[in-house]
């Protein structure tokens, strides 16, 4: 294991310098003639450092990990000065929606979990967005009923799902605030009225997707002005952006739910040129932030708990985390292609449950306590006791309220997505995936932030063979997720708060990151740093440029397809025991801070 986790690691250390020069370039001071943007400060440096030298940052009482420095240093200032993790959290989303605008924002949705320090209770928020009342069943499909090419159906108006992060921001804040609503903007306002220098990150991807970023003349302005490229270390204003988050302030998600925004929002939509949508004031009126019960499965001394539906991320988790407790992994190592079969193909058979169950059980009944029951998982563990990758994947028959006949779902998932990992010097957990959807989201872009497509997570295929998708779109559904934010409970404590961004393969990165915690001994930071192997029930991706590619030959062995890819998740994570030990993901730009 030891020689693995070292190879494993060295990857990373290995290309540290440049990423780490990018990383600090990315918020480091401009030219004394420019100088408003603050240095990057010691303890930034210092947590930027930690990730590339695969250490963990340590805290005694309050701890936040998230994809930005920017966005970690206004959470990390709400704590400091006694706020809750949920104060944070709003601190932090704010600046995330700047700074990191392609991967979540106020015109996206969001799943929150979070443990109560005072109660002991665990409760899940689910802020995802949601289709409109007009919105059709064959919203995406053409005049003969084929489903559109993905990103004619993402671009545009379309795909645009009624925003549910405004409102869970507000909701997190009325149940678990302790700081003034309208101090949680100040950072946001004050980085969009004096700018902020442009990422990397974020100036390769406004290259890689200048075209589609350039069909709507706000987006243009914003992402392309003067029709040139935002370049990396460039300050970037957003007047627009800092007026939102005033009235936000000052009015609460009422101000983004009714009002002038809510009118542009519907405008910018339903006016997308070429691509139209549907949604409507009524939508943004009637949305509601819903509570949902914590779905939790077994895993060693374990209780690994997550957003259940629509989210599919906590079952899928569960259900691969489930299958392989009947396995010895730590016996096995992280060295072992023994090991990596046996999560490869845990993997596929979870992804083929998701597939056929798992949808927004508000529309659909879903077997949801029967996907994660031990004996089930047990059941499917035991198709895992062979030598070489299994031929046949299928669905297998949780236990169900009363009998149903799905299709397999055909949805398309493109990674994207922010996710956010706090503890407060209450003891509380906050653990928050968000996003809107693919990068840059429909790119349809008003009042300085960007709308969502999270309508394409829905199967763009309603029926297969003439019988039903549990994931087809419906009028007020909201469209399945891969979102995983995840606390792990230890004898009833919280010991880990952990999640990623990434499509549906969030749920590997996070399967994978828990399993290297929780049986290859790793700390936290060596566990999201550990290269990736996943499998979504197609090919067994190895990270490429990693020793993760080193396995190819024994994988291939064993019958599965491998294919070597980029596979930038975004994992944040902070493990909680004598004191805090928060971990962020190399392959992005984020930090944990603590004190
Ligand atoms: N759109 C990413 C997810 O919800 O899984």
């Known amino acids: 294991m030891r020689c693995f986790s070292a190879l494993l690691l060295s990857a990373f250390v290995f290309s540290a310098p440049g990423f780490a020069q990018e990383a600090a370039d990315a918020v480091a001071p401009e030219t004394a003639t420019q100088g408003q943007v603050k240095a990057l400060t010691e303890e930034v440096i210092a947590a930027l450092e930690a990730k590339l030298d695969g250490v963990p940052v340590t805290s005694e009482n309050w701890m936040v990990a998230a994809a930005n420095p920017l966005a970690v240093e206004a959470g990390a200032k709400v ?269 596929r058979l979870a992804f083929a449950d998701r597939g056929r169950y798992m949808a927004d059980s508000d529309f659909v009944p879903m077997p949801t306590k029967g996907l994660v029951d031990p004996d089930y998982l047990a059941q499917r563990a035991a198709l895992l006791n062979t030598e070489a990758a299994l031929a046949e994947i299928a669905p297998g028959q949780p236990e169900f309220d009363h009998a149903l006949n799905w299709a397999d779902d055909v949805s398309l998932e493109f990674p994207s997505t922010s996710h956010i990992s706090i503890v407060d010097s209450y003891g509380n957990v906050l653990s928050m995936t968000t996003t809107i959807e693919n990068g840059f989201g429909s790119r349809l872009m008003t009042n300085g932030f960007l709308l969502n497509n999270e309508l394409t997570d829905f199967s763009f295929k309603t029926h297969s063979d003439g019988v039903p998708i549990a994931n087809r779109l419906e009028p007020g559904k909201r469209p399945r997720s891969s979102m995983s934010p995840t606390i792990v409970m230890q004898d009833g404590a919280p010991v880990l708060a952990i999640g990623s961004p990434g499509g549906s393969r969030i749920i590997g990165y996070v399967a994978k990151s828990i399993i290297a915690w929780a049986d290859w001994d790793m700390d936290v930071q060596q566990a999201l740093s550990l290269p990736h192997l996943v499998n979504r029930f197609g090919t067994y991706d190895v990270e490429a440029g990693t020793a993760a590619e080193g396995f190819t030959d024994a994988l291939v062995l064993q019958g599965f397809e491998v294919s070597p890819r980029d596979l930038t998740s975004g994992l944040h994570a902070i493990e909680i025991g004598e004191g805090l030990s928060g971990g962020a993901d190399p392959r992005r730009e984020g930090i944990a801070l603590g004190e």
């Open 79 to 347: 704590l400091r000065a006694g706020g809750s993790a949920a104060d944070a959290m709003v601190a932090v989303q704010v600046v995330l929606g700047l700074v990191e605008p392609q991967s979540s924002g106020l015109g996206g949705g969001a799943f929150l979990v979070w443990y109560d320090a005072a109660t002991g209770r665990m409760t899940t928020l689910d802020g995802r967005e949601t289709a409109p009342q007009a919105a059709k069943p064959r919203l995406f499909q053409d005049e003969q009923g084929e489903p559109l090419k993905f990103f004619d159906a993402v671009v545009g108006g379309l795909s645009v799902g009624t925003p549910g992060t405004p409102a869970l921001l507000e909701e997190a804040h009325r149940r678990w605030g302790r700081s003034s609503w309208p101090g949680l903007f100040a950072d946001g306002i004050r980085l969009a009225d004096e700018g902020f220098l442009v990422s990397p990150r974020l100036a390769s991807l406004v290259e890689n997707d200048a075209e589609r970023l350039s069909r709507f003349p706000e987006t243009a302005a914003y992402f392309l002005p003067g029709g040139e490229l935002l370049q990396q270390g460039q300050r970037l204003t957003n007047p627009a952006y800092a007026n939102t988050l005033r009235v936000l302030a000052s009015d609460g998600a009422a101000g983004f739910y009714g009002g002038e925004i809510a009118a542009d929002i519907v405008r910018t939509v339903r006016n997308a040129p070429g691509n139209p949508g549907v949604l409507s004031g009524i939508d943004l009126a009637l949305y509601q932030v819903i509570e949902r019960e914590p779905v939790c499965a077994e895993y060693r001394a374990y209780e690994v708990c997550g957003m259940g539906p629509p989210s599919s991320g906590a079952l899928t988790v569960g259900q691969i985390l489930g299958m392989l407790n009947n396995y010895d992994l730590a016996a096995m190592g992280a060295e072992s292609a023994e090991a990596w079969r046996l999560i490869g193909d845990a993997s």
